[in-house]
């Protein structure tokens, strides 16, 4: 089997590994002319931490740990308190046993996939027209001119996939706004920043966030809820503008903001990454179309509100070659991908069912309801602590013994060539 997959991020690279065990010949092109190293903190949850078992990845990922020792709240005055803890047998902190950047697990999934027979990665390059997907075959010219025949097509190229643009009828995708925005930038590390995420609730809807990373740098986050329609139009004005417009708007936003605030916003200019981004997720009515196929943030963006965008990226990839490796030679993928959906889709959409409070509740706008949050949030920290709280709402597992419900599928053809 043929298979173009468009996007080397976490869908993509781990789709690619695993085809290539299972005998396909992949092609992954990717717009950016090198792998990028930037990147939030990412989760790896559930069964997401089996398909990286599978991949022989599990101490690769723990060697990139961020080594964030738990999740901590930040008072008006500066000072820590609610902390939840990292610890080991348990889940029940904020901060998962496996957190890492996403561009170090790009890069992990990378170098584990570009090495297999079969498999090779094409940068600076993207698809510039899908030119015919019949029963035959998907046709497809590229940004470098060249003209290409696959037996499937994958657009792993993220929320705003232009490949799922060409394929799918606009009405087949769905976009749910969350009224947020986020801004991720990294700025230099000071001799007293630790290794918590700080979260700060700034009022006026606002939140800051410090991470560390094990690169010696710290993770900046921005957070807002516009609280009005004009604001939300300023906003949703900015998410199309570029990276200038963007700054300028988030400093007359954050200036008054407390905490750390003009530290970062004197630090964000000079930031080699800077992403904006409103929270939104993705839904499809069906996803795929005849030798054309979405995976990953494509067909179904959980949002960051989750925590759970890279664990279905990576549990998505592993079932779609399970699946497509059933196929006899030469056999049209669609009862591959109807049945990848099939087993797949519930748990998706039990995933993206983000209570109606979430996430209003996070950004208290007065100061009344940041004590609200901040004294509850302050009662579960201490909760959190006693063992048989934990026990009762199941924190008491490991995150390798936890499946957040969903237990991956068996694939044995599969799993006997890994």
């Known amino acids: 089997m043929r298979v173009l997959i468009s996007g080397a991020g976490v869908a993509g690279p781990t789709l690619a590994y695993f085809l290539s065990k299972a005998g396909a010949r992949v092609t992954v092109i990717e717009k950016a002319p090198k792998l990028l190293p930037h990147g939030q903190n990412v989760d790896i949850t559930g069964s997401a931490i089996t398909v990286i078992k599978k991949m022989g990845l599990l101490e690769q990922v723990k060697q990139y740990h961020t080594r964030e020792k738990g999740t901590q709240l930040i008072d008006p005055k500066g000072q820590p308190f609610a ?19 996403r561009g170090d697990m790009a890069k992990l999934l990378w170098e584990a996939s570009r090495v297999q027979p079969n498999v090779e990665y094409v940068f600076d390059t993207t698809i510039k027209e899908v030119l015919s997907n019949d029963n035959a075959s998907v046709k497809v010219e590229l940004s470098n001119g060249s003209i ?5 097509l ?45 979260v700060y609730f700034g009022l006026q809807s606002r939140i800051i966030t410090l991470r560390p990373d094990p690169h010696g740098t710290i993770r900046a986050m921005f957070t807002i809820m516009p609280r009005s329609e004009a604001q939300k139009s300023v906003w949703q004005n900015a998410s199309r503008a570029g990276r200038q417009k963007q700054e300028e ?35 499809m009515a069906k996803w795929s179309n005849n030798r054309v196929i979405c995976l990953g943030d494509t067909a179904y963006a ?63 706008d007065t100061a009344w309801k940041r004590w609200l949050l901040q004294t509850a949030l302050s009662t579960l920290s201490k909760a959190a602590n ?14 390798e013994q936890n499946t957040e419900g969903f237990e991956l599928p068996l694939y044995e053809d599969l799993d006997k060539m890994l």
């Open 83 to 101: 902390p939840f803890p990292v610890k080991e047998d348990t889940i029940a902190s904020f901060t998962s046993e496996f957190e890492i950047l």
């Open 249 to 283: 708007l988030v400093r007359e936003e954050f200036v008054n903001a407390g905490w750390q605030a003009k530290r970062l916003l004197n630090a964000m200019s000079k930031a080699p990454d800077f992403y904006f981004q409103a929270i939104q997720q993705i839904k």
């Open 386 to 399: 006693q063992p048989w709280i934990v026990k009762l709402v199941g924190g008491d597992k490991t995150a």
């Open 302 to 364: 959980p949002t960051p509100l989750t925590g759970m965008g890279t664990s279905l990226a990576l549990i998505g990839g592993y079932m779609l070659a399970g699946e497509l490796a059933k196929l006899q030679s030469g056999e049209h993928p669609r009862s591959a991908l109807e049945t990848y959906e099939k087993a797949l889709r519930p748990f998706v959409e039990q995933t993206q069912q983000v209570p109606g409070i979430v996430p209003g509740v996070a950004h208290p």
């Open 148 to 152: 290409q025949e696959y037996d499937l």
């Open 154 to 198: 994958v657009a792993a190229d993220g929320q705003w996939s232009k490949v799922r643009k060409q394929c799918f009828q606009s009405n087949d995708v769905s976009v749910v706004d969350k009224g947020m925005y986020v801004v991720y930038f990294t700025v230099p590390r000071l001799e007293e920043d630790n290794d918590w995420w700080n």
